[in-house]
């Protein structure tokens, strides 16, 4: 239905938002002070726009059949499209008292063993966000033990939730191996659920543009710089920055480099003459160079990474398991035949 749709934009605006205030506070870092404030105004109409969202979407969920049905996983009725993975979303907006009442109506209507780890997913939310880590890390593991490989974002979600959980506990290791696991799927958890990194800083470039870079990193609103954690290396690959980041356990996860001031090699290794009517080359001082070199490793450790499969890909909107949306008619049937063998 109409209402359906619209609650279901509303909460994917919100999601957009909140990635898209993120990448804004990083930009801030490395931007001048009349770019910042322009940052900062901006984030208040943001704030304005995310709160009529918000109430939409508590009106479209006034009716409690559709509410219950958006929390029962690939079930129609509810708010849709919604993956599983933005699901989450719904504690911040609805508040978690209301979804842990829904969830226990969810648990009622629902027979099929297979979807307790979704809502076990959801139950650590709920602990976290009530500052009960201990509950939130138990449930949070326990839902990765048991949910489909296949859901792939929802799997990051999670392990960012007891990683954070894991740090607030001051269970250094295991938090930032989750963290780590999180990354590994789906960088972008971290942006989305506004996550600081505890990470080492090596910077292996010297002058100024060594030292203007390493402090635009630690004005960077994502890591926290200290003597563990992960890994940020700065260093140069043939003439260009290169920005690294690394897992604790040494393995690296992304690597960024703006242009680099020369032409590339052409595939005979020989690097080729000018082109034909050349365009003129913009020289960078070290303050620009060190803000193009801070802003592409931001954006390459915070990106998806490019080499999820088709499976993975068709698990950003659900149709992994449900191809469409008669199929998932169809597992609403399902259910509603079993609902009535069972009573």
């Not at 990354?183 to 080492?200: E, F, K, N, Y």
């Not at 980041?245 to 020369?262: E, F, Y």
């Not at 990474?305 to 068709?314: E, K, Q």
Request: glycine share 8%; net charge negative.
């Amino acid at each position: 239905s109409k209402e359906q749709t619209l609650g279901a934009h509303a909460l994917l605006r919100l999601a957009m938002r909140r990635t898209h205030a993120a990448v804004e506070a990083e930009r801030g870092s490395w931007s001048g002070s009349k770019e910042r404030i322009s940052i900062q105004l901006a984030d208040l109409e943001l704030d304005l726009a995310g709160w009529a969202d918000e109430e939409r979407i508590r009106a479209v969920l006034g009716d409690d059949q559709r509410l219950v049905r958006t929390f029962r996983m690939y079930v129609a009725g509810g708010v849709e499209p919604v993956p599983t993975w933005l699901v989450g979303d719904l504690i911040d907006v609805l508040g978690a008292g209301v979804v842990e009442v829904v969830l226990e109506m969810v648990r009622k209507a629902e027979k099929l063993e297979a979807m307790e780890p979704y809502y076990v997913a959801l139950d650590a939310e709920i602990a976290l966000h009530r500052g009960n880590e201990v509950e939130a890390l138990r449930l949070a593991k326990q839902a990765l033990d048991e949910l489909p490989e296949f859901e792939v974002l929802l799997r990051a979600r999670v392990a960012a939730v007891a990683g954070e959980a894991a740090l607030e506990l001051e269970q250094f290791d295991e938090g930032l191996e989750l963290l780590a696991t999180a990354m590994q799927s789906d960088a972008g958890v971290i942006r989305r659920r506004g996550l600081v990194l505890p990470a080492t800083l090596a910077v292996d470039v010297g002058g100024e543009l060594g030292e203007r870079i390493r402090e635009l990193l630690l004005a960077s609103p994502r890591f926290e710089f200290a003597d563990r954690g992960f890994e940020v290396r700065v260093g140069k690959q043939g003439d260009a920055i290169e920005i690294c980041l690394a897992a604790p356990d040494g393995s690296q996860l992304s690597c960024a480099q703006p242009l680099s001031a020369k032409p590339a090699p052409g595939p005979d290794g020989l690097t080729p003459g000018p082109a034909p009517s050349p365009k003129p080359e913009i020289e960078l001082d070290d303050e620009q160079l060190a803000a193009l070199a801070v802003e592409a490793f931001h954006q390459r450790a915070f990106a998806m990474p490019v080499g999820l499969s088709n499976i993975d890909l068709g698990s950003l909107d659900g149709t992994a398991t449900l191809s469409d949306e008669a199929a998932r008619e169809q597992m609403q049937g399902l259910l509603d035949k079993l609902d009535a063998d069972l009573d």
